[in-house]
T-cell receptor, first 113, second 112 residues
Framework: EPEVTQTPSHQVTQMGQEVILRCVPI?????FYWYRQILGQKVEFLVS????????KSEIFDDQFSVERPDGSNFTLKIRSTKLEDSAMYFC???????????FGNGTRLTVT | DQQVKQNSPSLSVQEGRISILNCDYT??????FLWYKKYPAEGPTFLIS?????DKNEDGRFTVFLNKSAKHLSLHIVPSQPGDSAVYFC???????????FGAGTQVVVTP
């Protein structure tokens, strides 16, 4: 079965540094998402992306965050200047269209020190 | 933001018995509900969904019941198997299909 793949599985970075989290969505999917889960908290929506632009974003997704689909396969989340509170598990997800469930990757654990 | 609540953080059930997971919501605009299962070090995996216009959806061992007047849904797993041991998340969506509101999750442990 096709999978959403995320790299790296674990990323450690110093506060203030930029990080890029990478995702390869399922190949025929058109809608892409980033979610995150801070330890002990709920899984939270960050942003949705369709047709090479952001469809919707949450309050968490401020100017420090950006997403890009640089080629036909990758979907990236960039955090420009990381803060301690950005430490979380970041999940990428994709779907083929409306009324199709989201398929999630295994996540990238981001640790900001 | 407490739009979706799963008030039981954990549930222990014997193999072969029924597991019942509960979920309450406050947002009456939810038009679809989904259940996801999550193993450690993996992402959430879709399990089953239900439209708000239905009250029941069944898929093999998994059945989801929706009570709109009570703003409550439940997931029944029968019979429970050891491989069902995981965290189960309830989620609701409004108009944006990919913007899901998740509950906090219920850790299910199926014992032999």
């Amino acid at each position: 079965e096709p999978e959403v793949t995320q790299t790296p599985s674990h990323q450690v970075t110093q506060m203030g540094q930029e990080v890029i989290l990478r995702c390869v969505p399922i190949s025929n999917h058109l809608y892409f998402y980033w979610y995150r889960q801070i330890l002990g908290q709920k899984v939270e929506f960050l942003v949705s992306f369709y047709n090479n632009e952001i469809s919707e974003k949450s309050e968490i997704f401020d100017d420090q965050f950006s997403v890009e689909r640089p080629d036909g396969s990758n979907f990236t989340l960039k955090i420009r200047s990381t803060k301690l509170e950005d430490s979380a598990m970041y999940f990428c997800a994709s779907t083929g269209g409306n009324n199709s469930p989201l398929h999630f990757g295994n996540g990238t654990r981001l640790t900001v020190t | 933001d407490q739009q979706v609540k799963q008030n039981s953080p954990s549930l222990s059930v014997q193999e072969g018995r029924i597991s019942i997971l509960n979920c309450d919501y406050t947002n009456s605009m939810f038009d679809y509900f989904l259940w996801y299962k999550k193993y450690p070090a993996e992402g959430p995996t879709f399990l089953i969904s239900i439209s708000s216009i239905k009250d029941k959806n069944e898929d093999g061992r998994f059945t989801v019941f929706l009570n709109k007047s009570a703003k409550h849904l439940s997931l029944h797993i029968v019979p429970s198997q050891p491989g069902d041991s995981a965290v189960y998340f309830c989620a609701g969506k409004t108009d944006s299909w990919g913007k899901l509101q998740f509950g906090a999750g219920t850790q299910v442990v199926v014992t032999p």
